[in-house]
């Protein structure tokens, strides 16, 4: 497995000075500098290394009690804050798929849709094509059927577009995968309950619902030859994806709008799993580790933004971390 993050640009400047400018003023500067310093500068800078600090005994204990929420949740529902919901994916690519597909990709501000032509170990990947949308700021805060009334209408534009290199298998319906990076609860590849919303969105009318009858139902709405056929989290979309191309991937790890974690479990490990859907002894579980709180070592600044959050005490690992809020901290 491999994960790859990237991170800003690190720019250096450089100042010039005018040759026609004396000395005397950076050296004022300088002194201005020193002289605030010795006024309390230093123990602020201290105390704020040591309260961003992160030492290996303090990285164990998170870890400990991250293995210990784990454990927790795969035992029971309800047991930790890491739901560790089953995402009812137990195969996995082999690379031999052949065909076009659609996707669909919620998971924050943006949504994506996209289409691609696999061509199996032979070609792999023919073509892709996808375009972003930005969901505007009112419907975050919507009805649930204009949430899903807008994102239909950008799908059925997009499909609209299909041409080229792209091709539906004769005698093939349309079928699209829902990748719906929110907490649900799974009751089949087909099927999920909205636990809450998150990350800023605070839609009315979902909560409880399937949310794949109400894409589905937003397409038949507009009279769309599409339908819903796998409904995943964005982390096990992109284990899937991953898999396609390297048959030792295990774990998928999310970081942007939010962060959060899938992985490949034995399905013996997992004792809340009463009724088995298949005999594949593996399946693959989503953490929502932004939920995890247990042991992480926070500061005030921190502390002060979840307090001003919209929901304070929860996703408080998923807090600091989304490229959304870091500026803020």
């Known amino acids: 497995m491999s994960v790859t993050v990237s991170s800003p640009?690190?720019?250096?400047?450089?100042?010039?000075?005018?040759?026609?400018?004396?000395?005397?003023?950076?050296?004022?500067?300088?002194?201005?500098?020193?002289?605030?310093?010795?006024?309390?500068?230093?123990?602020?800078?201290?105390?704020?290394?040591?309260?961003?600090?992160?030492?290996?005994?303090?990285?164990?204990?998170?870890a400990d009690a991250m293995a210990d929420d784990m454990r927790a949740g795969l035992a029971v529902d309800g047991g930790s804050d890491l739901k560790?919901?089953?995402?009812?994916?137990?195969?996995?690519p082999?690379?031999?798929?052949?065909?076009?597909?659609?996707?669909?990709?919620?998971?924050?501000?943006?949504?994506?849709?996209?289409?691609?032509?696999l061509g199996g170990k032979e070609e792999r990947v023919v073509a892709t094509e996808f375009e972003q949308v930005s969901i505007p700021?009112?419907?975050?805060?919507?009805?649930?059927?204009?949430?899903?009334?807008?994102?239909?209408?950008?799908?059925?534009?997009?499909?609209?577009?299909?041409?080229?290199?792209?091709?539906?298998?004769?005698?093939?319906a349309r079928e699209i995968g829902f990748t719906f990076s929110f907490p649900v609860?799974?009751?089949?590849?087909?099927?999920?309950?909205?636990i809450k919303w998150t990350k800023g969105f605070a839609v009315s009318?979902?909560?409880?619902?399937?949310?794949?009858?109400?894409?589905?139902?937003?397409?038949?709405?507009?009279?769309?030859?599409?339908?819903?056929?796998?409904?995943?989290?964005?982390?096990?979309g992109t284990l899937a994806g991953a898999r396609y191309w390297d048959d030792d991937a295990m774990v998928a790890v999310i970081l942007g709008t939010g962060t959060n974690a899938c992985y490949?479990?034995?399905?013996?490990?997992?004792?809340?799993?009463?009724?088995?859907?298949?005999?594949?002894?593996?399946?693959?579980?989503?953490?929502?580790?932004?939920a995890f709180s247990n042991g992480l070592p926070l500061t005030e600044f921190d502390r002060e933004m979840d307090a001003e959050s919209i929901n304070p005490g929860e996703q408080v690992l998923k807090r600091p971390s989304p490229v959304c809020t870091l500026g803020k901290l």
């Open 84 to 92: 560790m919901i089953l995402s009812y994916v137990d195969t996995l």
């Open 94 to 117: 082999t690379g031999n798929e052949k065909g076009l597909f659609y996707a669909l990709d919620l998971g924050g501000t943006n949504f994506r849709v996209l289409r691609v032509q």
């Open 185 to 194: 609860k799974q009751t089949s590849i087909r099927t999920g309950i909205l």
């Open 264 to 290: 490949v479990e034995r399905v013996d490990a997992i004792p809340k799993l009463t009724k088995r859907m298949s005999k594949s002894p593996i399946t693959i579980v989503n953490t929502e580790w932004g």
């Open 137 to 172: 700021p009112e419907l975050m805060f919507a009805t649930s059927e204009e949430l899903f009334d807008f994102i239909a209408s950008a799908l059925g534009k997009f499909a609209q577009k299909e041409g080229g290199n792209f091709e539906l298998q004769q005698g093939r």
């Open 205 to 236: 009318g979902t909560a409880g619902k399937d949310v794949v009858a109400c894409l589905n139902e937003a397409m038949e709405r507009r009279g769309m030859d599409m339908q819903v056929s796998a409904l995943v989290n964005d982390t096990v």
């Open 9 to 62: 640009a690190v720019r250096s400047f450089h100042v010039s000075r005018s040759p026609h400018k004396t000395i005397s003023r950076p050296r004022v500067i300088m002194s201005a500098v020193r002289s605030t310093d010795s006024l309390g500068v230093a123990p602020i800078l201290t105390k704020l290394q040591k309260d961003c600090a992160t030492p290996l005994p303090v990285l164990r204990h998170v």
